[in-house]
């Protein structure tokens, strides 16, 4: 099982851009399907992005276009490039692995877009 910890959110202005960085330990990453995950206040947490291991990506919709998801093996790390925020992208933003289904959710990382 591995273990994820998200880091590069904050307080951004609408426009903006944020990179989230999720760190993973473990001997298996490259095997593993990524995903980012958001949650806002009162809402269901809601997939944002993936990214499988052969490199193939998938976007919600109201994402597309925006935001790009990328992995680096090497590194153990996957990256959530966030661009030309709204408002509406505040929310805590999780990564989670997956090889026959997804693992426990960490503390994730808070993203504000506001002016």
């Known amino acids: 099982q591995v273990q994820l910890v998200e880091s590069g959110g904050g307080l951004v202005q609408p426009g903006g851009s944020l990179r989230l960085s999720c760190a993973a330990s473990g001997s298996s990453f490259n095997i593993y399907t990524m995903g980012w995950y958001r949650q806002a206040p009162g809402k269901q947490r809601e997939l944002v992005a993936l990214?499988?291991?052969?490199?193939?990506?998938n976007y919600a919709d109201s994402v597309k276009g925006r935001f790009t998801i990328s992995r680096d093996n090497a590194k153990n790390t996957v990256y959530l490039q966030m661009n030309s925020l709204k408002p509406e992208a505040t929310a805590v933003y999780y990564c989670?692995?997956?090889?026959?289904?997804?693992?426990?959710w960490g503390q994730g990382t808070q993203v504000t877009v506001s002016s």
């Open positions: 989670n692995a997956s090889l026959t289904g997804w693992g426990p």
């Open positions: 990214i499988t291991s052969g490199g193939s990506t």
